[in-house]
């Protein structure tokens, strides 16, 4: 491999007048993905909320609606990782994009009475919880997504989207016990993240004072 920290050519200065690396534009093709998927949000609120919200018709298209949203956050960070496209924009309107296209189709169905609105405090206490637990300590370093909080996103897509169609039968108990192991994953990949915060900080405090003693 070249060009690592030892190599001879990152020990070289860089030459006055050399090409700096090109910023990504905002509008590149992953932050183009997650402003559909905001522009989705109220679209899909609409659709899901049409005729009284119990309609098969407009429920199958909410779906749709709610299923591209979801397909675009499967793409849009691996696309800016991927290509080097990765921008503070990005960094910031994703996981916004992820909760809020979340965040209403939970609020949305309770609303209509198809999930218990136990399930959507839980799902949205925990996703609010998390966010501020990362700004928390930020200053010190970055969590980073777990193996858990990615099981736990797909599963909740899958269980969520399960829940805007109108299902009957196995399929409907079959949801129900995938929303039910979403809670789980909730809860579980949530406390990890709180015990990873906790390490995270008092490891930063540590180095801050290991700093100032020297």
Known sequence: MTGGPGSPAA??????????????????????????????????????LADGGHNPKWRAVA???????????????????????????????????????????????SVLGDLPWWITAVILARELGITLMRFWVIRYSVIPASRGGKLKTLTQ???????????????????????????VLTVVSGADYVRQAVRLRREGLARAEEAKAK
Do not use: C, H
């Open 11 to 48: 020990a070289r200065p860089a030459q006055p007048g050399a090409a700096k690396p090109a910023v990504p534009s905002v509008w590149n093709l992953a932050n183009q993905l997650t402003m559909l998927r905001l522009a989705l949000v109220p679209v899909f609120v609409v659709l899901l």
């Open 157 to 183: 897509g899958v269980a969520v989207g399960m829940y805007v169609l109108p299902l009957t039968g196995w399929l409907a108990t079959g949801r129900a016990v995938l929303i039910g192991l979403a809670v």
């Open 63 to 109: 779906w749709a609606a709610f299923a591209i949203a979801m397909i675009t956050d499967l793409f849009d960070g691996e696309i800016a990782r991927r290509q080097g496209l990765v921008t503070d924009f990005g960094k910031i309107a994703d996981p916004i994009a992820d909760k809020a296209i979340m965040g209403a189709a939970l609020i949305g169905l």
